[in-house]
Every structure is written in C-alpha cells, then in structure tokens.
C-alpha cells in the first residue's frame, strides 16, 4: 500500500513560488503547453534552445547589451543534440557571442540590505551590507590589479568560510581570474595536490581558525605551500585568531590590510565581460584514487545553473536568509555565495556543527530568522542521534525549506525532520556533484516530498537510470546518467588538452551519455533514490546492493552511530565471491556482542532482504571519511584487501584506516 506523503505544499504556497510564475512565463511567452512541473520538465529537456534562455531572462541574468535590442548571444548554443565532452571540436557551446561578468551578477544589489552575516562557533557576528560588500570588494579588486592580475590567472584561496574568501573570490572574477579553494582541515599535500597543478599567483589564507573548541594554527602549513608551489608571488595573510599574525616565515606574506592599503576615498568596481564559457572556479575530484581531478567551471554556465536552482528549485527571493553549512573545500560553498546573485541574505558558519553545544545551529537558525538551512545527512542523522528536538526548543517559525546533501538520505532522518524540528518545511533532498558543480536530482517545491524519495530531477537535466546494455530503467536500480547535454558540465579538466581524462571519467560506458557515478533509481512518483556510489556498490552472489540500503537500516538502532559497508572478496580465483562486510560505530561506553549482531541482522533482513545480511559485522572506533564529509568506502576496501591507499590526503583522518588493517574478523 502506498504511504501518504510526508509534505504537501500548501495551495497559497504554490501560487506564491517562483516556479509557478515561471511556468505561466513560459506559457505566455513561448506558447508552451505546460501546466505543471512535470510537463515543465519534459519542455526543458526537448527544447533546451527554449528553456535556457527562459531561465535567463526570468532570473534576471546581466549580459553586454547589443544594438537594436537583439538577444545578448548570436545563438543558444551549438551541437546540442549530442552529449560529448565540450571541446573545440564536436563538444556542445552554450550562448555563443554572449558576454558576462560573473562577479557582476552577485554584486547587481548595492543597498542597505544585509548581504553577508558570518556566525563562528565562538559566538562572534559579523555583518556586511551589499553596499559594504561592493566597497570591500572594489578595494580587493584594485590591489589585485595592481598585483598585475590578469584574465585567466588563477587565485587560491586556503580559508576558512569567512566573509574575507567571498570577498576575494568577488574581486578575483569581477577581474575574470580564476578562483579555486580548499578549507583548512586540508594537509599539506593535500593542498599542493591541487593547487600545485593550476599554479595561483595569489594565495588568500587565515592565521588559523576554530574548529569544535580548539585553535588551529595555518601558518606552518602555508608556509610549507608557499615554498613547494614556485607560482605563488604573493600570500595574503587574514588575521582571523590574532591581531597582527607572525609571518616572517611565509615567502611572499602579507597582512590582508597592509596589502589593502588605506580605504580609498570611493573605490571603484569595474566588471569586464568575457564569453559565456570564461572560466570562474576550478574545482578537484576528492582524490581517493590518484591524483585529484582539476574541474575548470565556465562562469555562464555556473551561473545560470545556479540562478536555475536557487530561483525556481529551492524558491529563494530576495527576503530570505540562506545558510548551508559548508567549508570552501566543498561545492556547496560556491553555490551557497551564488544567492548572492537572488539578491538573498547569505549566512555563513565557520566551525564545528555540534560546537559549542550540541544545539548550536539551531540557535543560529532561529537568532538569525534562516529561512532556507542546507547541510548534510549525517548532520541530521548524528542530531537526531542526539536527541535534539529542534521544534520544542527554538524558535524555527521563519524556516520554510531544509536541504540535505553529500550523501543518500535515510528515512528516518526524513522523520526525524518532519516529527522533530517541523511539520510545514519543505526536505529538499538533493544530489549531485562538483564535476557539474549543480543538482541532477533535486527539490520541487510545488509537489510533495516522499519519504526515502528525492523529490525530482532538475529542470533541464535529461536525467535516467540505464542497465548495464544502457536501457533504460524505471523501479529498479541501476546507473544514474544524463543523456543530453547541459550548461553546467565542465568545460574542461586542467591540463588534459586532449579531452582524455574528461572523457574516460564520464562518456566511455556509455557512448552518447554522461555516466555520473551513482547507484539509483527512478521512482513512481518520478522522483529519485540514490542507494551509493556506483563504484562502491556490494554484488554478494551476483546480486547488486547500494550501500545507502544497508545504511538507511542499521543507522536507525540506537546504539549505532554510524557505519560502513564493504564488499570483501572470499574464495579461490577461479570460484571467488564476494561477502558484505559492515563497519559500526556505537555509542561511547558500548561493545557490540553477539545480541547486538542477531537485531542487526534481523533489522536489514526484515527492511532490505537477505541479500543485504552482512557475513561479518565489526566494530571500529572510527569511520574514514574524506574532507567534504562522506564516508570512503573504497578506501577501506582497499585496506581489507592488503591495498595501498593511493591519496591518503584526500582523508579528513586518514589515521583511521589503521583500524581496519589485519582484523583478525575477516581473515
């Protein structure tokens, strides 16, 4: 029997979102014959030569006007009929003739209106106004310009999510360089892994930052950047945990106001349009198996995808606050500033999520009146582990949508939001990645939410579920592609001229489609499940099995925390198979026993199937997880099998692969 949804958006609600006036644009404008988000989904996909330039104009996009009024571009775009890596030769071009300035679109607003207001977890507020943001932007600006920045060059920023990193990744693209960005909790070679690659001429740092109550000092490290990167000519130093930092021992530092110079009388902000496909952002592959991918994103086409998710997805307007909790390491803090562009209130979090009491976001919700809260599944999870009951305690009545990504949402998080911290709130579950830096599955806020469901796939994302013959598939799993290209995909990898490594990461599959990586499934509701990482996935006798399945069970019992499942190959060569092994860690003070084992058996068997019953079931102190949060099973697998880690870097706690070495449990 189906279950009743968990949301259903109120009629006044419908009528008020975005979504629904872009659709009665759309139906006016181009005579299109759509009515609702599914036929709107069907149009986006068969006329992209439509749609996008419909996203353009309904979210204001600011472009170099031409004579007599004809449209920003020469043309929507070129070889659109065919998915292939974008390249010179047969990949697809977006608005071609179409000339932009990404920082000019997020700095359109230059009033009163608080633009940025910054929370760290000791409680310190800071506030920035548009107008002020604009100011401080034009002076960073100018001295990069007198630094002799120029178009193309790149800026690294090793920062912690401050207002100081969205000011310099502004006045970086208001220049047309190239801004990339790694966090804090980054080592050494992590950092150097990637910016070593794309070689900055600027690197922008803090001193250090907090993080869950201790000071972390970043100057040894930068100084051990600065020396092993030659390109970089200048470190400019924030002073973020003391007034005047040392850095005598960093070639090249600066301090961020000495580098400034004296507030200019009225500094001024010039934006210099460039073509759609200029790039703005390179982001990295997480680098769990070699060396990380350098993904160069194009500012057209990050910012039109952007405005697409944010204006007509999430419903964001210009009154409202948006937090995510996010570092800079992360994708989601190049899309989190990107509301800047809706003329919205960003909220930044620098810190520990649980710091410095359990409840600590919560209050940051309801202090700041957040309307829009994104953060990450094991956020809820660990809150709802917590026993935080949000809707009880604070003051939650300005919170109208929670969105939750980096990794598959289990039910009882969906109940736990919507039975703990509030019943009218739209759970916009979303997926995607940094390599389309954007959402292919993502929320509707006109439609119900469905539990363990991702409400839908994004507008103008031709998204399916193929079978290993690459047909497709609907109500039963298999690999998450899109057949059909949008303006958001890459525009390249650093340093592959030739388009190999672009394309042998997502078109050698399956020729004429991008193969995204991920194990799901199209719903009957027409939404989404993502059950893991393809690449991870466990095949016990044959059989297929996403890891999120086994997660979204076990991580319900009390005692568990969290966990990690591995398939472990068993047997001789000629006859091997393979065995799920699952990883717990349990609450402090608890040992798993063999009781313990049976109800967690029992619980998968009777949510999952048999299939799903791990052979082995093993507690571990500790879960591998990379920088931006998400569990690495293929690095534990690597371990169990005797392995080597190839980038061990790419490990928030790398030190913890030593627990799964040699366990006696699996030999």
Same mark, same amino acid.
């Given at each position: ?46 006329? +992209? ?20 009024? =004809?449209? +920003? ?7 659109? &009929? ?28 230059? &009033? ?17 106004? *548009? ?71 600027? #690197? ?76 703005? *952002?390179?982001? *990295? ?13 194009? %500012? ?48 930044? *979090?620098?810190?520990?999520?649980? =710091? ?52 598959? #949402? ?56 193929? &079978? ?16 059909? +290209?949008?303006? !958001? ?38 939404? #989404? ?6 690449? =991870? ?21 009390? /005692? ?29 003070? #608890? ?36 920088? !931006? ?20 870097? %790419? ?6 692969? /030593? ?9």
């Amino acid at each position: 029997m189906d279950h009743p949804p968990l949301w259903t958006p109120s009629p006044d609600r419908v009528a008020r979102a975005n979504l629904t006036a872009f659709i009665a644009t759309v139906r006016r404008e181009y005579g299109a014959d759509v009515a609702d988000y599914p036929s709107l989904y069907r149009w986006s996909i068969t006329s +992209p030569e439509r749609f996008w330039p419909a996203v353009w104009r309904f979210c204001g996009v600011i472009a170099a006007e031409r004579d007599g009024g =004809a449209e +920003p571009w020469d043309e929507v775009g070129v070889g659109l &009929d065919r998915m292939a890596p974008p390249d010179p030769v047969r990949g697809p071009s977006w608005f071609p003739g179409a000339r932009l300035n990404f920082a000019e679109n997020l700095l359109r607003r230059r &009033d009163a209106h608080p633009a940025l207001v910054a929370w760290n977890e000791s409680g310190t507020r800071r506030e920035l106004s *548009y107008r002020a943001l604009h100011a401080a932007t034009a002076r960073v600006a100018a001295a990069l310009r007198a630094a002799g920045l120029r178009p193309g060059d790149r800026v690294a920023g090793f920062m912690p999510n401050i207002p100081e990193t969205v000011i310099a990744m502004l006045a970086a693209t208001s220049l047309g360089a190239v801004w990339s960005s790694c966090s804090p909790d980054f080592g050494v070679a992590g950092v150097v892994d990637r910016f070593g690659q794309i070689a900055p001429r600027i #690197l922008f740092c803090a001193d250090g930052c907090r993080y869950g109550g201790k000071e972390i000092d970043c100057l040894g490290r930068v100084a051990d950047i600065a020396g092993r990167i030659p390109a970089i000519e200048q470190v400019v130093v924030i002073p973020y945990l003391a007034e005047r930092p040392p850095i005598h021992k960093i070639r090249g530092a600066v301090l961020w106001d000495e580098w400034l110079g004296p507030p200019a009388r009225e500094a001024t902000l010039e934006f210099e349009r460039f073509p759609f496909n200029h790039p703005v *952002y390179i982001l *990295y592959s997480s680098g769990t198996t070699g060396l990380p991918k350098c993904m160069v994103h194009g %500012a057209g086409g990050t910012l039109l995808q952007h405005q697409k998710e944010h204006v007509l997805h999430v419903d964001l307007k210009q009154e409202d606050r948006l937090c995510y909790i996010t570092t800079c390491g992360w994708m989601m803090w190049n899309w989190l500033v990107s509301a800047l562009a809706v003329h919205a209130t960003v909220v930044l *979090y620098d810190g520990a999520p649980f =710091a410095p009491r359990p409840d600590a976001l919560w209050s940051l919700l309801g202090e700041e009146h957040v309307s829009v809260f994104g953060t990450s599944a094991k956020y809820l999870a660990l809150a709802e582990k917590e026993g935080l009951v949000p809707a009880e305690t604070h003051d939650l009545s300005a919170l109208r949508t929670i969105l939750s990504t980096g990794s598959p #949402l289990a039910g009882h998080s969906y109940d736990y939001v919507y039975g703990r911290i509030k019943r009218d709130v739209h759970l916009c579950n979303i997926s995607g990645g940094t390599e389309i830096i954007s959402c292919f599955a993502i929320g509707n806020p006109t439609e119900p939410v469905w539990r363990d469901e991702l409400q839908a796939p994004g507008l103008g994302m031709a998204v399916q579920v193929f &079978d290993p013959r690459g047909a497709p598939l609907v109500g039963t799993a298999g690999e998450l592609v899109c057949t059909k +290209p949008f303006p !958001s995909m890459p525009m390249a990898f650093w340093n592959d001229a030739d388009g190999a490594k672009y394309r042998a990461a997502y078109f050698e599959r399956y020729p004429g489609a991008w193969r995204h990586g991920d194990w799901a499934q199209v719903t009957e509701h027409g939404g #989404l499940i993502i059950h893991g990482r393809s690449d =991870a996935t466990l095949n016990p006798g044959g059989v297929r099995i996403g890891t999120a399945e086994i997660y979204r069970q076990v991580d319900e019992l009390p /005692e568990v925390l969290e966990s990690l499942a591995i398939g472990q190959r068993i047997g001789s060569p000629a006859g091997a198979d393979e065995r799920i092994v699952l990883f717990v860690r349990l609450r402090d003070g #608890l040992a798993l026993d063999e009781a313990l084992r049976e109800r967690i058996r029992r619980c998968i068997r009777e949510n999952a199937s048999p299939h799903h019953v791990p052979r082995r079931i093993v507690q571990v102190a500790d879960i591998p997880r990379t920088i !931006s949060g998400k569990i690495s099973e293929l690095a534990v697998r690597a371990v169990v099998h005797g392995l080597p880690v190839e980038n061990r870097e %790419a490990l928030a706690n790398p030190q913890a692969l /030593e627990l799964y070495r040699g366990l006696a449990d699996l030999a």
